[in-house]
C-alpha cells in the first residue's frame, strides 16, 4: 500500500500509423506499416513533492530519443535519435516547454489521476478451497485465492490455531487481469500432510521390509522343503 500512495505514473500515450506505398488492391496485402509512439510518464513521489517527466520518441517498438526532467534536454539513444536531439535541444522555445511540462502537465493533472490512482481501492475476492493429492493420500493442499484487488501490493499469511505457518507456502506472482485489478493464488501444505506424507514414507518403508522378509523366508521355506 505504501509504495503505491508514495509513487505513481501517469502515461499518455499518442499513437501514429503511417503507411508506406501505393493502396492495395483487393486481396493484396499492405506493402509496409510503421508505428511512430510519443509516451509521457508523470511519475511521483510524495504526492507532489517530487515529480518527474519522463517522455519517449518509439519507433517501430525501439526508442530513438526520450526527454528526462531531471537531466532537462533530449537525449538520443540511437544515432538517428542523437540527430533528433539535437534538433529539439537547439529549439529554445520547445525545450523550456519541455521543462515546464513537469508542472504544467504532470502536476496539474495530478489531482484529477489521484481519484483512479493513488486513493483507489478495490477490496480483494478471498476464497478458499481444498485440493486433494493425487499422489499421496490424507489431506489435501489449501489454496487461497485473492482476486479482483486494487493496488497490486497485497500480503497472504496462514495461521492455525492462532500460529502462522510460514512454511511449505507457494505463491504465484502478482498478476494484472488487464482491468486495473490483480490476482494471486497462494497454496499452503498443513503441517498435518507434512506429517503424513513422512509417516506415509517410514510406514511404507517398514511395511515393504515386512513384505520382503516374510517373503524371503517362505521362499527359504520352499526350497528347504524341495530338498528334503
Same mark, same amino acid.
Request: proline residues 6%.
Given at each position: 500500500?505504501?509504495?503505491?500512495?508514495?509513487?505513481?505514473?501517469?502515461?499518455?500515450?499518442?499513437?501514429?500509423?503511417?503507411?508506406?506505398?501505393?493502396?492495395?488492391?483487393?486481396?493484396?496485402?499492405?506493402?509496409?506499416?510503421?508505428?511512430?509512439?510519443?509516451? &509521457?510518464?508523470?511519475?511521483?513521489?510524495?504526492?507532489?513533492?517530487?515529480?518527474?517527466?519522463?517522455?519517449?520518441?518509439? &519507433?517501430?517498438?525501439?526508442?530513438?530519443?526520450?526527454?528526462? =526532467?531531471?537531466?532537462?534536454?533530449? @537525449?538520443?539513444?540511437?544515432?538517428?535519435?542523437?540527430?533528433?536531439?539535437?534538433?529539439?535541444?537547439?529549439?529554445?522555445?520547445?525545450?523550456?516547454?519541455?521543462?515546464?511540462?513537469?508542472?504544467?502537465?504532470?502536476?496539474?493533472?495530478? *489531482?484529477?489521476?489521484?481519484?483512479?490512482? +493513488?486513493?483507489?481501492? @478495490?477490496?480483494?475476492?478471498?476464497?478458499?478451497?481444498? +485440493?486433494?493429492?493425487? =499422489?499421496?493420500?490424507?489431506?489435501?493442499?489449501?489454496?487461497?485465492?485473492?482476486?479482483?484487488?486494487?493496488?497490486?501490493?497485497?500480503?497472504?499469511?496462514?495461521?492455525?490455531?492462532? *500460529?502462522?505457518?510460514?512454511?511449505?507456502?507457494?505463491?504465484?506472482?502478482? @498478476?494484472?487481469?488487464?482491468?486495473?485489478? &490483480?490476482?494471486?493464488?497462494?497454496?499452503?501444505?498443513?503441517?498435518?500432510?507434512?506429517?503424513?506424507?513422512?509417516?506415509?514414507?517410514?510406514?511404507?518403508?517398514?511395511?515393504?521390509?515386512?513384505?520382503?522378509?516374510?517373503?524371503?523366508?517362505? &521362499?527359504?521355506?520352499?526350497?528347504?522343503?524341495?530338498?528334503?
Amino acid at each position: 500500500m505504501e509504495r503505491v500512495r508514495g509513487a505513481g505514473a501517469v502515461l499518455v500515450v499518442l499513437v501514429v500509423l503511417v503507411v508506406l506505398g501505393a493502396p492495395p488492391a483487393a486481396g493484396e496485402e499492405l506493402s509496409g506499416v510503421f508505428q511512430q509512439m510519443i509516451k &509521457y510518464e508523470c511519475h511521483f513521489i510524495n504526492g507532489t513533492e517530487r515529480v518527474r517527466l519522463v517522455g519517449r520518441n518509439i &519507433y517501430n517498438r525501439q526508442q530513438l530519443a526520450h526527454f528526462d =526532467s531531471d537531466v532537462g534536454v533530449f @537525449v538520443g539513444d540511437t544515432p538517428y535519435g542523437e540527430k533528433v536531439a539535437r534538433h529539439l535541444n537547439s529549439q529554445q522555445d520547445f525545450l523550456e516547454h519541455a521543462r515546464a511540462a513537469v508542472d504544467t502537465f504532470c502536476r496539474h493533472n495530478y *489531482q484529477i489521476a489521484t481519484r483512479f490512482l +493513488v486513493n483507489r481501492r @478495490v477490496p480483494p475476492s478471498v476464497s478458499i478451497s481444498l +485440493v486433494p493429492s493425487s =499422489s499421496q493420500p490424507g489431506p489435501g493442499r489449501l489454496l487461497c485465492s485473492v482476486l479482483d484487488f486494487y493496488p497490486s501490493p497485497v500480503q497472504v499469511r496462514w495461521f492455525q490455531d492462532g *500460529q502462522e505457518l510460514p512454511e511449505h507456502v507457494v505463491a504465484t506472482d502478482v @498478476v494484472p487481469n488487464g482491468d486495473w485489478t &490483480y490476482q494471486v493464488l497462494v497454496m499452503q501444505m498443513p503441517q498435518d500432510t507434512v506429517r503424513s506424507t513422512i509417516l506415509v514414507g517410514v510406514g511404507g518403508f517398514v511395511l515393504g521390509f515386512i513384505f520382503l522378509a516374510l517373503g524371503l523366508g517362505f &521362499y527359504l521355506w520352499e526350497k528347504v522343503k524341495g530338498s528334503s
